[in-house]
Every structure is written in structure tokens, then in C-alpha cells.
């Protein structure tokens, strides 16, 4: 037991080492925007790897992999964001919803996101591209939802909105390798709002490494970004053997961005209730990943 233990804390500090070379800070260092510091970053990364020690069991490239992309990014390991997934002895990154939009408003182009719900007793008139008025009444129930937007507004006035109906929604969400279980179950307006958010984006103009996270998150879970020229093709909705690491990350990482989201212990208790099933058939990296996402 105590070998193991040496062990484990002897890989753990070889990863650190590799984090503080000084060779990973200067390439870190160029890759970083401005607004983030190459200390900061590496700061943020070290402590990671001290909260997951299975990061320790990864592969170095994989890791250096994962936070270079991140690093080009703009965004940090922190849990919130952004989160390195230790699956076997490769280090994966997931980039929630949180970490998309800061992706868009870091382009420089975006001031505000917003994304909401119509219910069938709102008030909502939505009139050649824009969105006239929504107005809710929070004295009486709003019913059922029926209809979602996201309006994207840009710093030179513009903005630019989307609108999809309830059965747009659904037929993404048939194409979602976990549209029976998780997030797409028990915080389904929330996915919701995700997913026009998705189709907004493209209107804001992104670097390659953005529009790359955000087409790999569209493969796992929503329809792709459709690019003048290019046909759509359909995603196979069964989950075959070589996939199925995709779709366990897939399905965590809604767990646990439904969990952030929550407003109150009473919903972040129902959705722990409400995945405990699946969770528990996670393998045993992302089950402890998610777990400390709730103590968290």
C-alpha cells in the first residue's frame, strides 16, 4: 500500500513538473490571450491535478495536449468551465456551456449572450428577426413551454436572434447519443436554451481552434453547424464500442453542468437523485470527477 502510494504521488509530481517546466510556460505563454497570465494559468492547472491525482495516471502528451488547446482558448482548467477528464490513461477535455459562451464573448465581437424559455403564458412576439417583447408574470404558473430563443448582441448595436420551436428542439435532441437520460431528462429547458445557443453562434465570426471545440460538442450532441456548401450528415444514434467514451464524457458533463446551473439544494438534490443510475455506470474517473463536482 505504501509503494502504491509512493508511486502514484512520484507520477503525480513528475505532471507537476512537466506543468512548470519552463519550457510548457513559454509555449503556454504564447498561446495565452492577454487577459490571462501564463502564472495563472499554470496555477490553476497544478490544482487540478492535485484534485483529480488519476490526471496523474494519464499520459503526458495527452495532458500537454489538453491544456495547450485550452491555453489557446483562452480558458482555464478550473471545474467551472472548462474540465480535464482523466479517461484510462488519457486526458480529455470537456468545454461546458459556460466555457462556449465566454468563448464567444472573448472574440471581441459580443457584449451580451441571453437565452431564454417562452411558455404558452407568456407574452412574446417575435416580428422579421427580433424579438419585440417577452414578458412573464411571475405571480401565476407560465405553463408549458413551447418555443425557445437566444439574442446574441453584438458591440457595434447589431444583434442577431435566433428562435427554434419545441419540436426543433426534439428532433436535436433524438440525435443526442444521451437524450434519455441526464440533463435532457431532468433540466430540459436548460438544454434547450444550449441548443439555440448553438445555432446563434454561428453568426459570430470565431477562430478555428473555437469553432473546433464547438463542432466536436455539436457532434456528441447537437445537429452541426451547416456551412454554405457543405451537406449536413445525420449522426448515427447508437453508441457502438469506440464511442462509448464519447458519449459517457458526453453524458457527465451534463450532469454537471445541470448541477452548476441549479438555483437552489433543492434542485441540485433532485438531479444528483434523478442521475444517481447514471452515474453509477460511469466508469470509475468520471464518476469520481462528477461526485467531486457535487461536494464541490
Excluded at 435566433?162 to 430540459?188: C, L, N
Excluded at 473546433?212 to 464500442?241: C, L, R
Aim: hydrophobic share 35%; charged share 30%.
Amino acid at each position: 500500500m505504501a509503494e502504491d502510494t509512493k508511486a502514484v504521488a512520484t507520477k503525480q509530481q513528475n505532471i507537476k513538473d512537466l506543468i512548470l517546466s519552463d519550457g510548457a510556460k513559454k509555449q503556454f505563454a504564447a498561446a495565452l490571450p492577454k487577459h490571462l497570465s501564463p502564472d495563472r494559468f499554470i496555477r490553476i492547472a497544478l490544482t487540478a491535478v492535485t484534485k483529480n491525482p488519476k490526471i496523474a495516471e494519464c499520459t503526458r502528451e495527452s495532458l500537454f495536449s489538453c491544456l495547450l488547446d485550452l491555453s489557446q482558448l483562452g480558458l482555464e482548467p478550473d471545474g467551472r468551465r472548462a474540465h480535464l477528464i482523466p479517461y484510462g490513461n488519457k486526458c480529455t477535455l470537456i468545454v461546458d456551456y459556460k466555457g462556449l459562451v465566454e468563448l464567444v464573448i472573448n472574440t471581441g465581437q459580443v457584449s451580451n449572450v441571453h437565452a431564454d424559455v417562452v411558455c404558452m403564458d407568456d407574452s412574446f412576439v417575435y416580428n422579421k428577426g427580433t424579438i419585440d417583447t417577452h414578458s412573464i408574470d411571475f405571480k401565476r404558473p407560465r405553463g408549458d413551454m413551447y418555443a425557445v430563443y437566444c439574442v446574441i448582441s453584438f458591440k457595434d448595436g447589431t444583434t442577431k436572434t435566433e428562435v427554434m420551436q419545441k419540436d426543433e428542439v426534439d428532433a436535436i435532441r433524438k440525435r443526442s447519443k444521451a437524450s434519455g437520460s441526464g440533463p435532457w431528462v431532468t433540466d430540459y429547458n436548460e438544454m434547450a436554451k444550449k441548443t439555440v445557443f448553438r445555432r446563434a453562434s454561428k453568426w459570430v465570426k470565431l477562430s478555428p481552434e473555437q469553432r473546433d471545440v464547438i463542432e466536436k460538442d455539436d457532434k456528441h450532441q447537437f445537429e452541426p453547424i451547416v456551412e454554405a456548401g457543405k451537406p449536413v450528415v445525420s449522426m448515427p444514434q447508437e453508441i457502438d464500442s469506440p464511442k462509448k467514451q464519447e458519449h459517457d464524457e458526453v453524458m457527465a458533463a451534463e450532469i454537471v453542468d445541470a448541477f452548476k446551473q441549479a438555483k437552489n439544494p433543492t434542485e441540485r438534490e433532485k438531479i444528483k437523485a434523478d442521475n444517481q443510475a447514471n452515474i453509477d455506470a460511469l466508469p470509475d474517473a468520471l464518476k469520481q470527477w462528477v461526485n467531486e463536482a457535487f461536494s464541490g
